[in-house]
């Protein structure tokens, strides 16, 4: 275990789905941890044309921009390679080809460098970046928005997950992603629609709200998704204002969604933990960006009596830091891998929580990964 009151400095590399980055990341004893960099290469204009990621492509472009993105964020940390302590790296779940990238680059430096590696999966740095922003005490619940996932997870600690709900089918940021497609609005769909949503009218189409009332704290999106693809065909060919209000009223649906789902989640928290003082919902993903969502949640939290945090957006997007920190906690709790690291896989599914059964559907991923 390396303790508190040393200090840590981390390379960090990400590269399990479009996003090419790399991070350099301190802590130090009695100090908020300091991200020295944060370098991301976005692959928006590779995928655009397709309206979703192309794993193929984003591979080649890992290939071709990793070892860049890396120098960069040394340089701007104004760092050696020999002056970090370990490098973490995402080694799932994620897009196997961009997965193996990133690992054997890792593997590559650490190897040259005499440095340790550590495996990360991508959803624990989404878990404990939060604590990067502000100590959060352990256990907190973390909701969990993105492309490939959604689920509310327990977080009692590194290593430490218990998952409480997740999607029967489609994941949140699938179903932001298809609405934007079938809209014509531009890709990645979750700012597109949120930026049109803003001059449409929420009330104009009646859409469902799926499991709300349910005693099940798990999330439904396809029959959503469903309903928004017959509004669109009954109106066409749509305007612009037909765009903006099926945005907005898909957006209304969405947040009243999770308020109802998230709140189920609040109460069984309050009743397991009921000595907890200051209790904390922590918010993280790519769709957690997503400002109307981030006020509802706020407000349901507000009236819980729970905290709430979201990261800020760079930190709710995929990135390194996130995963240079998630090293750093594991390397303070003693958590390094039993087996040797030169040999970790790839893995294009993991769980955060080993025991959770699987969900059937769509949103395995969100269940398995």
């Known amino acids: 275990m390396r303790p508190d009151h040393a200090d840590i400095c981390v390379l960090g590399i990400e590269t399990s789905c479009d996003e090419t980055a790399a991070a350099v990341v301190v802590a130090q004893p009695g100090r908020p941890p300091r991200i020295c960099s944060n370098v991301v290469l976005s692959q928006i204009a590779e995928h655009a044309a397709f309206g979703g990621v192309v794993p193929e492509i984003a591979a080649r472009a890992h290939v071709e921009g990793l070892d860049g993105v890396i120098e960069a964020a040394l340089a701007q940390a104004e760092t050696r390679l020999s002056d970090v302590d370990a490098i973490a790296v995402t080694a799932g779940p994620g897009l196997i080809g961009g997965l193996l990238v990133g690992l054997m680059t890792a593997k590559a430096l650490a190897a040259a460098a005499s440095k340790p590696l550590i495996a990360i999966n991508h959803l624990e740095g989404h878990a404990l970046s939060a604590r990067l922003m502000a100590p959060v005490a352990f256990p907190y619940l973390m909701l969990l928005v993105s492309g490939g996932h959604t689920q509310i997870v327990l977080v009692k600690g590194p290593g430490s997950y218990e998952r409480w709900a997740s999607t029967i089918d489609d994941a949140l940021g699938e179903a932001f992603d298809k609405t934007a497609k079938l809209l014509g609005l531009p890709y990645p769909g979750g700012p597109s629609v949120e930026r049109v949503a803003a001059s449409g009218d929420p009330g ?119 995963i240079a920190w998630a090293g750093i906690e594991r390397l303070r709790a003693g958590l390094l891998a039993q087996e040797d690291p030169m040999t970790q896989a790839p893995r294009s599914r993991w769980p955060l929580d080993m025991s959770a059964a699987p969900l059937i559907g769509a949103g395995k991923r969100g269940a398995k990964a």
């Open 204 to 322: 104009r189409f009646d859409l469902p709200r799926p499991l709300k009332g349910e005693a099940r704290p798990d999330f439904s999106f396809s029959g959503l998704k469903t309903a928004v693809r017959q509004a669109a065909g009954a109106i066409a060919p749509l305007s612009q204002q037909d765009v903006a209000d099926i945005a907005a009223s898909f957006q209304r649906a969405i947040v009243e969604t999770l308020e109802d789902r998230v709140a189920r989640s609040l109460l069984r928290f309050r009743a397991d933990f009921a000595d907890a003082a200051a209790p904390v919902l922590v918010v993280a993903g790519g769709v957690a960006a997503n400002r109307a969502i981030r006020t509802a949640l706020e407000r349901l939290c507000g009236d819980h009596g729970f905290g709430f945090l979201a990261p800020p957006a760079e930190l709710c997007t995929d990135n390194a830091a996130m």
